[in-house]
T-cell receptor
C-alpha cells in the first residue's frame, strides 16, 4: 500500500526558533498533500493544501507567514513553523493524495510531535 | 457551516459487534470516509463511500445514506487491537476536494 513518511517524528525547540517538517510519499507521486494539526484528544484540523509547483491554499485562521509550506516535488512537501511559540505545540500530520482507480484516498504520515519550550 | 456528529466514546467486549454512527451537515458533499487512529499514531484509512449502500472490507463495513446525511462504521468480531479512535470524514468540493473530520469516537474493547 501507499506509504507516507514524516521527519522528524518528534522535535523539541526553544520559543522563537523555526522548525521544518518533511513529508514524503515513498512509493507514489502525490500532486496534492495536506497538512493537519491535532491537539490532544481533538480531531484533525486541516491547515493547508499543498499542490506541487504552486502556492499552498491555507484554511481560514491559519497564518501563511507563520506556517510556510513548500511542495517542491511530487514526493516532497515541507512545513516550516516560523518563530515557534508554546501554543504551536501540537501533533502535525501530513497526508498525500493517491488515486487508486476510481477511489481518491488520502494516506497519512506518522505525524510529528512538536513541543515548543 | 460544516459539521459532523459522532459519539465521543463507545465501549464493547471482545467478539462483539459495534456500530459507530456519523451524521453530517455539509455543503458540497462528495463522499464519506472512515479512519482509525491509535493513541500517538497517524490515522489509517479504513473505507470510503461515495454512493448509498454498504461497503465491506473484512471485519469492517461502512454504510452511507446520502438522503439522510448519515453513515456508520460497523466493526465485527471485535479484537483488543481495535481499541482506537475512529473518525468519520466528509469529502467536500468534488473529487479533488478536502476532508473535513469529525471529532472522533474512542472505542474501548474489553476482554
Amino acid at each position: 500500500g501507499a506509504v507516507v513518511s514524516q521527519h522528524p517524528s518528534w522535535v523539541i525547540c526553544k520559543s522563537g526558533t523555526s522548525v521544518k517538517i518533511e513529508c514524503r510519499s515513498l512509493d507514489f507521486q502525490a500532486t496534492t498533500m495536506f497538512w493537519y494539526r491535532q491537539f490532544p484528544k481533538q480531531s484533525l484540523m486541516l491547515m493547508a493544501t499543498s499542490n506541487e509547483g504552486s502556492k499552498a491554499t491555507y484554511e481560514q485562521g491559519v497564518e501563511k507567514d507563520k506556517f510556510l509550506i513548500n511542495h517542491a516535488s511530487l514526493t516532497l512537501s515541507t512545513l516550516t513553523v516560523t518563530s515557534a511559540h508554546p501554543e504551536d505545540s501540537s501533533f502535525y500530520i501530513c497526508s498525500a493524495r493517491a488515486l487508486a482507480g476510481a477511489k481518491d484516498t488520502q494516506y497519512f504520515g506518522p505525524g510529528t510531535r512538536l513541543t515548543v519550550l | 457551516g460544516q459539521s459532523l456528529e459522532q459519539p465521543s466514546e463507545v465501549t464493547a467486549v471482545e467478539g462483539a459487534i459495534v456500530q459507530i454512527n456519523c451524521t453530517y451537515q455539509t455543503s458540497g458533499f462528495y463522499g464519506l470516509s472512515w479512519y482509525q487512529q491509535h493513541d500517538g499514531g497517524a490515522p489509517t484509512f479504513l473505507s470510503y463511500n461515495a454512493l448509498d449502500g454498504l461497503e465491506e472490507t473484512g471485519r469492517f463495513s461502512s454504510f452511507l445514506s446520502r438522503s439522510d446525511s448519515y453513515g456508520y462504521l460497523l466493526l465485527q468480531e471485535l479484537q483488543m487491537k481495535d481499541s482506537a479512535s475512529y473518525f468519520c470524514a466528509v469529502k467536500v468540493g468534488g473529487s479533488q476536494g478536502n476532508l473535513i473530520f469529525g471529532k472522533g469516537t474512542k472505542l474501548s474493547v474489553k476482554p
